[in-house]
């Protein structure tokens, strides 16, 4: 049952050294401030799973809380690479970086059978591809009805998941629009979840046709955290700072440039800064 809470507290009951942790959100609603928080908890050992992990996670591998990232197309959206997840698997720093790749097919299907209680997903996939080669976790099944041979990865079960949402009520329902990705999935999918919202409201009010509800009773906890997104965007709150996702190439290309800026910008920081800076025009 949804309780509501500060972002620390949320963090420190719910993230826990050597968990494995979904943080979702397909280009909109990415819960950066969240993930700022498990940063500034100093997390470790930590298994990070995302559909297209992208400078979320590029901060948290180079800040050492990753041990193994589980993932579908990582990189810097219409920038190029993850320099600080290139640096872990190349020259394991600041601690080597195991890696699970399989498709954004993979992936959402294995959050729905995680979702649903069951041990893999089954789906038409990987034929002509070469991952299965280099992941021993993507296998296959024979339909017993047709005799067909489908892909098979294992459910995807997260310790904890987080996500960013528009709005939850004051009785802890959460609602989603706009691009919803896997959100919904990934929650229903962990043992414990951390959502946070840009509002709460006395009622939803008019909603869109895609319009998802998470009720209560599947959310862990809740926090405000008004530009919790930022740089990606909020539907109807702000839009994605893409200016940010430039910057971001050269900060973090080199170690000691990407320590100052995460010194400042995240180990200083408050999840109360990001109301501001999701407001501002596009800047780093």
């Known amino acids: 049952m949804a309780r509501f809470m500060t972002l620390a507290d949320a963090v420190a009951e719910t993230v826990r050294d050597g968990d494995t942790v979904a943080m979702e959100g397909f280009t909109h609603l990415i819960p950066y401030a969240a993930g700022h928080e498990v940063i500034r908890q100093g997390r470790r050992d930590l298994t990070l799973i995302r ?8 901060q948290m591998i180079g800040m ?10 990582g990189g810097n959206p219409g920038v190029g690479s993850l ?9 394991a720093w600041p601690r080597p970086l195991d890696l699970e790749e399989h498709s954004h097919a993979a992936m959402a299907n294995a959050y729905e059978a995680g979702a649903a209680n069951l041990p893999f997903a089954a789906f038409r996939g ?19 009805f047709t005799g067909e041979v489908l892909a098979a990865v294992p459910a995807i079960r997260p310790d904890v998941a987080i996500i960013h949402a528009l709005r939850a009520d004051r009785e802890g329902n959460v609602m989603l629009e706009g691009i919803v990705g896997v959100q919904k999935e990934a929650v229903l999918a962990a043992r414990r979840s951390i959502v946070t919202v840009e ?6 009010g008019p909603r869109n046709a895609n319009a998802v509800i998470l009720p209560s009773w599947t959310v862990g906890a809740i926090v405000a955290v008004p530009g919790g997104a930022f740089p990606s965007y909020a539907h109807g709150y702000y839009k994605r700072n893409n200016a ?20 400042t910008n995240v180990l200083e920081g408050r999840p109360e800064d990001f109301a501001a800076r999701a407001r501002r025009p596009a800047a780093a």
């Not at 559909?51 to 590029?58: E, F, G, R, V």
């Not at 320099?83 to 020259?91: G, Q, Y």
């Open 199 to 204: 509002e709460i409201v006395d009622d939803f």
């Open 244 to 263: 940010f996702y430039i910057a971001w190439d050269p900060i973090a290309r080199e170690r000691d440039t990407f320590l100052a800026w995460m010194k």
């Open 126 to 144: 990987y034929v002509g591809a070469d991952l299965p080669k280099v992941n021993p976790n993507i296998r296959s099944v024979t339909c017993p």
């Open 64 to 73: 050492g809380c990753a041990a193994k990232l589980k993932f579908s197309w």
């Open 51 to 58: 559909m297209t992990p992208d400078i979320l996670y590029d």
């Open 83 to 91: 320099h600080r997840m290139r640096d872990a698997v190349e020259n």
